[in-house]
């Protein structure tokens, strides 16, 4: 299936920083979906963007869905440590219906 | 918005055995959506399920090793049959609906799975 690249793998930060990953691809994507997992949990859903240039914010979270369409960013300021835990962009493409594709993850771990 | 009931939350299989889980969700949807997620992994999507049809499966994953049920349009269960180590993952059920008033996927809080 389709790959997300997803950027970094891993991030070390101190608290009250700020934080930006994101997701890249070949191919073009309709909808951008940024997720977060905390342990023992299943992912839940930060921020969802439909068209390509849009700029979406959640709280201290902002996200932007590339004018490519091929990719996206999300940033977190002013990092808390309850912000800890792994990032997952997800996509769809026209060609796969309902069916998303999921980068590998970004783990965040904040330290206080 | 969708509030998804997923259980076994946990669970510990002896091998060559099978496990059932359920996914119960609080309105009906189409299509219910069967993931794992292998340890330090991402997510895979296993097969989607559709009420009134046969599942879809994704490359990689069959029938009789993943049998799913959807007899209604709120409820779908994931059997992993024959169980090996290598089933050893967190399953997670997903249904096309957003929460808080955001469109988007809902996931169940996932079933973690360990075989010995």
């Known amino acids: 299936g389709q ?3 997803q ?13 930006s990953m994101n997701c890249t691809s070949s191919s073009i994507f ?8 905390d342990p023992g949990e299943g992912p839940v859903l930060l921020i ?3 068209k390509a240039g849009e700029l979406t914010s959640n709280g201290r979270l902002t996200a932007q869905f590339g004018i490519t369409r091929k990719d996206s960013f999300l ?7 309850s912000d800890v835990g792994i990032y997952f962009c997800a996509g769809l493409q026209e060609t796969s219906g309902s069916r998303l594709t999921f980068g590998e993850g970004t783990q965040l771990t904040v330290n206080p | 918005s969708a509030v998804i009931s997923q259980k076994p939350s946990r669970d510990i299989c002896q091998r060559g055995t099978s496990l059932t889980i359920q996914c119960q969700v609080d309105s009906q949807v189409t299509m219910m959506f069967w993931y794992r997620q292998q340890p330090g992994q ?3 999507l296993i097969a989607t399920a559709n009420q009134g049809s046969e599942a879809t499966y994704e490359s990689g994953f069959v029938i009789d090793k993943f049998p799913i049920s959807r007899p209604n349009l709120t409820f779908s269960t994931l059997t992993v049959s024959n169980m090996s180590p290598e089933d050893s993952s967190i399953y997670l059920c997903s249904v ?6 955001v469109y988007g996927y809902t996931f169940g809080s996932g079933t973690r799975l360990t075989v010995v």
């Open chain 1, 3 to 5: 790959q997300l690249n």
């Open chain 1, 7 to 19: 950027s970094p793998q891993s991030m070390f930060i101190q608290e009250g920083e700020d934080v």
């Open chain 1, 30 to 37: 309709n909808t951008w979906l940024w997720y977060k997992q």
């Open chain 1, 48 to 50: 969802a963007l439909y």
């Open chain 1, 75 to 81: 940033n977190i300021s002013a990092s808390i440590p």
């Open chain 2, 42 to 44: 991402s997510l895979t």
């Open chain 2, 96 to 101: 096309e609906k957003g929460t808080g008033g």
